[in-house]
């Protein structure tokens, strides 16, 4: 087994994919290795690449992180879609796969066609078409369909030592929502009614050229990280005031909860962000497509030569954080508490990042 794939068969949830991949046959046109692109990407002509993925929604809703079917139709359309924004695609459409709860499939059907209604039209997407059937719960599956310009190709490798991380945006929505249903915490801004991601496609497609690699932030930020320091061979530190990174619905519950900001960056459930590494000598082009597009990304730090993560010189065991929840067989309660004393074992939120980067 070589380096490189034994760093990353350190974390479960690759482990197994690698299996799926060595079980079920894989077209030799596909671009890239397994754990490379967020969106699976095909030639489709001589300029375009086709770009596919699909996202379910269905463990969140037996959790009881979800209790709305609308809800489940949002996620799902902004997880897809999500994926399809990491490698800068144009979207071509959504194709879904619902399973109606057999009590009330109207209902939950109308419900769904709104989330899902809700996202697509904010994105200016159109479903193309699908499958319906019924179960004891409802379950819900979206595939994106997009396509890419071969020029603009980027997907999780290509960055380098001495680059740039960014976020497109604010941090930790996911795991607030998350955090509040499980240690019931009714706060307002914590209710899924306010959860309502979106799919960065502008920002996506706007970073073809500029950013040498990109994932989305589905399941949080370290897990992002993480994926991008094992893919391309280096570290990540991550020099922002660590509070400074989430959104206020973050902010407001750890201090209803007395948790610090990581936990809230370390969960797996994330808010569909795009993390991604960008030159220096590419910042002035990133500032002028942000004004362009009124848009503020999130300066997190910068890649360094070696392994890992380091947040404000706190060294993090990725795997171990992504492990976390298997090793707690997967119940929600014991995982959270167990990631608040993970991440609470020492460390402190610095602020260590360059003036420069005030420029965004």
Do not use: K
């Amino acid at each position: 087994m070589s380096a490189a794939r034994a760093l990353l068969d350190e974390v479960a949830e690759n482990r197994l994919l690698s299996r799926w991949a060595a079980l079920l046959p894989r077209p030799s046109a596909q671009l890239g290795a397994i754990h490379e692109a967020d969106a699976e990407l095909l030639p489709l002509d001589d300029e375009r690449l086709l770009a596919l993925t699909l996202d379910t929604v269905s463990e969140e809703l037996e959790l009881g992180l979800f209790r709305s079917a609308e809800t489940a139709g949002r996620v799902a359309a902004t997880a897809a879609l999500s994926d399809l924004a990491a490698v800068g695609a144009d979207p071509l459409g959504l194709l879904l796969a619902v399973t109606l709860p057999a009590g009330s499939p109207e209902e939950a059907q109308a419900a769904v066609a709104r989330g899902v209604g809700e996202v697509c039209r904010a994105a200016g997407v159109a479903v193309l078409g699908g499958d319906t059937g019924s179960g004891a719960r409802l379950a819900l599956t979206a595939a994106a369909i997009g396509t890419v310009p071969r020029s603009g190709l980027r997907t999780r490798v290509g960055a380098s030592p001495g680059e740039l991380v960014f976020a497109s945006g604010p941090l930790g929505a996911g795991n607030a929502l998350a955090a509040a249903a499980l240690f019931g915490r009714p706060l307002p801004s914590c209710d899924e009614r306010a959860f309502r991601p979106l799919p960065r496609l502008r920002e996506g497609r706007a970073l073809r050229g500029l950013a040498t690699a990109c994932i989305d932030t589905s399941d949080g930020l370290c897990a992002a990280l993480d994926q991008l320091a094992r893919l391309n061979g280096l570290g990540v530190a991550v020099e922002h005031e660590l509070a400074a990174l989430l959104c206020p619905a973050a902010v407001e519950l750890g201090r209803e909860l007395g948790v610090g900001a990581l936990p809230f960056l370390a969960g797996q459930h994330g808010e569909f962000e795009l993390v991604f590494t960008l030159p220096r000598d590419r910042l002035a082009a990133l500032a002028l497509v942000a004004r362009e597009l009124d848009w503020r990304p999130l300066a997190l730090g910068r890649t360094v030569a070696g392994r890992g993560l380091t947040l404000n010189g706190r060294r993090l065991d990725g795997a171990a954080i992504r492990n976390l929840l298997a090793e707690c067989g997967g119940e929600p309660r014991a995982y959270a508490e167990a990631l608040c004393r993970l991440c609470c074992e020492g460390g402190r939120d610095g602020f260590l990042l360059d003036a420069q980067l005030q420029l965004l």
